[in-house]
T-cell receptor, first 114, second 113 residues
């Protein structure tokens, strides 16, 4: 158990719909990172929050948004869903190990858009 | 633009032999490189890292080698075990405040008993 909790594990929805994915980082971790893994692709960085503030943005579509709440959990909102949004969505929190910023990932939320 | 590349989508190795997974990168500003392992239905788990100022880091059966001039790193697993069968991702971080990781597309390792 990584200590990073993601819900739901699986989600099936239709094109045009809106979904919310939720992440709770490890206890005490202030950062939350969101990544997307499409079929046969690497993990693509979407966005990072630190203590409630947006810290960095990656290849996140305008249809997607995120926030981090005072209790440090985060939500990723995906709207106007398209077939190509079907993917695994991971969140992670981070820790410094020997100088490296090591991300600890949750088990992911698998989104299927039909 | 893929800054971290893993050109071998899959690798099969006999149990007890060495597994060598390769990774190339394009960004000379990367300061740390990491390897992650991923089993089905789980998130990636951290294996080992190396600083850009080193050329080798070892942790048990896992050794990572870095060749900065070639912008290439490799993960060696010796001896390989069936439980090592998983997808391995190479990742790198930049010398910036964001510290997000850039990932390769992964190599699926199968260790044959």
């Amino acid at each position: 158990d990584s200590g990073v909790t993601q819900t739901p594990k699986h989600l099936i929805t239709a094109t045009g719909q809106r979904v919310t994915l939720r992440c709770s980082p490890r206890s005490g971790d202030l950062s939350v990172y969101w990544y997307q893994q499409s079929l046969d692709q690497g993990l693509q960085f979407l966005i990072q929050y630190y203590n409630g503030e947006e810290r960095a943005k990656g290849n996140i579509l305008e249809r997607f948004s995120a926030q981090q709440f005072p209790d440090l959990h985060s939500e990723l909102n995906l709207s106007s869903l398209e077939l190509g949004d079907s993917a695994l969505y991971f969140c992670a929190s981070s820790v410094r190990l020997s100088g490296a910023n090591v991300l600890t990932f949750g088990a992911g939320s698998r989104l299927t858009v039909l | 633009d893929q800054q971290v590349k893993q050109n071998s989508p899959s690798l099969s190795v006999q149990e007890g032999r060495i597994s060598i997974l390769n990774c190339d990168y394009t960004n000379s500003m990367f300061d740390y490189f990491l390897w992650y392992k991923k089993y089905p239905a789980e998130g990636p788990t951290f294996l080992i890292s190396i600083s850009s100022i080193k050329d080798k880091n070892e942790d048990g059966r896992f050794t990572v080698f870095l060749n900065k001039s070639a912008k290439h790193l490799s993960l060696h697993i010796v001896p390989s075990q069936p439980g090592d069968s998983a997808v391995y991702f190479c990742a790198a971080s930049e010398q910036t405040g964001a510290n997000n990781l850039f990932f390769g597309t992964g190599t699926r390792l199968t260790v044959i008993p």
